[in-house]
């Protein structure tokens, strides 16, 4: 094996010490691989099993013991190349389109995998592309809008690095109203069984047991019943520049609706996309003055809504199901192609049971909806309103009907 | 508890697995066979996750009867759980047996212990799997499915192939099953169950392996045609449709035409079967929309 590393010039002398800063490598990156001992001895016992002369089964079988989800595989092969061949570069797809079947030059047949649908509409509205996207159909959206046109079209990437401090004013309010929001939801029974003292199914099991200290017969009968299914809420907050204004009451919301349940994931998006649940988590520990620190291009910069809500569909699908109801608060001025909008709310749309979008500009005199992105998420959306006080943000589920 | 049975020596290299595979026209790549090679020589769980029609279920199909064993197959659900999972005591016979021996005079005890012995156990396919004598596949389909508590359930196994019922003790198995589990993303999979496994994606495949698998499936296909159908296919997974075709899709439409003696794909025979690759009002809506270009690749 010794061998087979010096050989192939890699970084130390034999396989297991590479594989070991390599672990450690992977662990620092942002897809943060989970890779313990375990794994590494899965690594080496891998490696026996394929052709060590073979540069791409080597590859091919620490990915699939080191990687556990898409986010990890799809970074993979650029990291073990930096790692262990920084001088060899990865041919880049597009040269290999040019030569079907052929070899590239690390021995690979250059033969690509087909994108999915969301993967190849979000490349053809890359930023490179989408920032020559026509802004014509706004002009109509006239005289309320005039301060915030300028943030708006803002292309600018945010890059936020002061830290966004979480409001303690009036925060028990927010969190009587996020309580509110929870409750009032009624998503009906799961199929799953569950034992309790009343329900509709007899529990055999247990009625069995008891019947055997009656000579069989069934006199203390166990029951089941169907769980009552509890609410998932993505709640998907736009920390544009445009927002300012509505932003850090929104943000106190997101912390409440956390801090008074579990199952809340809350996402922030200016340029780029990011999951801030666990700095909300961690700002809650913080007694006094709770902040989120390091936000970037996810807040106070432009607004990239449709790219952004198809990265939340795209990365974090898996969140969105037929118990999680989604609330996105967003001006919706967007300055992205609205075909992206559309697909992505498309898709939000079919997962979810129910979609929410909270528009601060709503309840300005004289806003009506005529903006592109307002016009796209209008068919896809099960409430559309605006919220600007803890009592108003509470009733944002009040009689909502679900889909699912 | 033996770790592996005798595997077929043609199955110890990768490329052996892909040749193996071909004869059973199953076209693997290069990280399906080193995933399966992993499977058999790690003896660990493999998840592949993916879209729907990528032939994810297939690959066991495959794999249990190139190892010439059974497939047990666990079709997951919301609200599965152990009862149709793992075991259930017959509880008709079970109430015949007490009845029975009503009278007999055997003690509280000892009738408890008859009634739960392995006579009254239905083995449901978790158990069934880890109960054979020669290892089979167990195909754990759609784990997405299933809730957070049944996944939870599922560590246990999949971990130290071990099932612990409370009136029996702990059942080992006695070889283990070569576990492929496979989810289409529709909710987020625990850290916990994917450390447990080994971790594929499989996504559609290129416009040279579709042929190819076409041509493998329906061995009297024209070329041209597989080709035609290939072509057609990527460029709807291009849109944004909400059911983008899968390989499965492929399959079908090339037997749809075979089956209609087309030898060639024109604007007729797609008129006739859009229903067998397209299955979405809208999509149908928006397939109208690029006709012109469908029509540019069937020319």
Redesign the interface.
Known sequence: MSSFTEQNGFPHSNLLENLVVFAEYLRRTTQKF?IGP??VQ?SL??L????LG?L??VR??L???M????E???VFDDLFFQFFLPSRKRLEASSNKSS??GQDETG?KS????????E??LDAHSPLVWGQAKQSDDQDSDHWAAPLLRAMFSRTQGGETREVEISQQDLDEMLLAATQLVSQVRLGR????NTASKGSRLH??RT?RK???T??DPLYPAWQRHPKRQPRFIFVLDGSRSMQSYSDQLLQFAFALRMRCNRVEVFSFSTELERITQKLEKARGLSERPKLSQLGRAWGGGTRIGENLLRLEQK????I?GDTIVIVASDGLDSGAP?VLD?AL?QVY??SAALIWLNPLLSTNGYDPYANCMKTALPYLDRFCAASTPKELGRLTHQLRLRK | MSKAAAIPPQLDTVEGIQTVLRQRNYIADLPMATALRLVMALQKPLLVEGPAGVGKTQVAKTLAEVLDTRLIRLQCYEGLDTAQALYEWNYPKQMLHIRLTENSGESVAQREAEIFSEGYLLRRPLLEAISQDRPPVLLIDEIDRTDEEFEAFLLEILAEFQVTIPELGTLKARHRPYVILTSNRSRELSDALRRRCLYLWQNYPSFEKEVEIIQAKLPGINERLAQKIAAVVAHLRELPLNKAPGVAESLDWAEALVSLHKESLDAGALEQTWGVIIKDKDDLALVEAHKARIAELVV
Do not use: M
Request: glycine content about 8%.
């Open positions: 989970n375990q794994e899965d016992l891998a026996e099993a394929v052709h073979h791409q089964e091919q079988a990915k699939l013991v990687c556990s989800n898409l990890q595989e799809r079907p079947g690979e033969q690509h995998t087909q994108k999915n649908p969301s190849a509409i799961s199929r799953r069984w055999f099991r069995l019947a055997l200290h000579g069989g974090f699908g898996g969140l199901r075909e697909y498309r079919f997962r």
